[in-house]
């Protein structure tokens, strides 16, 4: 059954209409017929299944039938904070990253950060990444959105509050047992292409961060999160 996302309120036993985009995608893309089902979530909380009643030239709309709770999120909540690269490095960073469970990511800036945001941010750029990760949740079956907010500097971003379990990655380094007695909140750092200087992850330790080095090789920046996430995912698992 397809799954879309929708900008609306939702409610059971409602009829509601389609937003442009829903509408595109799945009665003009796949032509969708009345009585075709699909499940449809706000970010809000859990998903809906409803049923295509009327379909017009430019609108449709649907009667809400039901409603699962579940958001299919992971047993821990991590907030990513991710230095930026460029091209498809970053979309596929944050496309796999939303599929693994992350709550959040922090776009971040750092000395070999490979690109900076322009115009208030660039609000174009952060609003495509939104979508990945919209994109990804109609995938992965996830209901509730991590939110791409905004770049703030790697000296920023560590002063502020954070959870209490904060690892670095940072290969070649000494690290404690990053995994025993972790907390269920988790922030994640992760350098850009070129990884972050000795002074950054030096920075990053005395705001309570702790190194981890994922096995013997060195990881690209849009490998990293995917190899780290998953670990977490396996250990929240195994508890």
């Not at 821990?76 to 979309?91: N, Y």
């Amino acid at each position: 059954m397809p799954r879309f996302y929708i900008e609306t309120d939702l409610a059971v036993e409602t009829t509601v209409e389609l937003t442009e985009t829903v509408f595109h995608h799945w009665v003009k893309v796949l032509r969708a017929q009345v009585g075709e089902k699909a499940i449809l979530f706000n970010g809000q909380g859990g998903e809906y299944e409803v049923t295509l009643t009327a379909v017009a030239k430019k609108s449709a709309s649907v009667l809400v039938n039901s409603f699962n709770p579940d958001n299919r999120t992971p047993a821990f909540t991590a907030l990513l904070g991710q230095v930026m690269s460029k091209g498809d490095r970053m979309d596929y960073a944050i496309q796999k990253a939303v599929e693994l469970g992350v709550a959040q990511i922090q776009l971040l800036t750092s000395e070999r950060c490979e690109m900076r945001l322009k115009y208030d941010r660039d609000q174009k750029k952060l609003d495509h990444w939104q979508g990945i990760a919209i994109a990804a949740c109609e995938q992965c079956g996830m209901n509730l959105v991590p939110q791409i907010l905004a770049p703030l500097s790697l000296n920023e971003w560590i002063k502020t509050e954070l959870p209490q379990s904060k690892f670095v990655l940072a290969p070649e380094k000494e690290q404690a047992d990053v995994l025993k007695d972790i907390s269920p909140d988790i922030a994640l750092l992760i350098g850009p292409e070129g990884g972050l200087n000795e002074a950054e992850i030096d920075q990053a330790n005395q705001y309570g961060f702790k190194n981890w080095c994922i096995g013997d090789r060195i990881l690209r920046t849009e490998t990293a999160p995917v190899v780290a996430l998953s670990i977490l995912n396996y250990q929240s698992f195994k508890k």
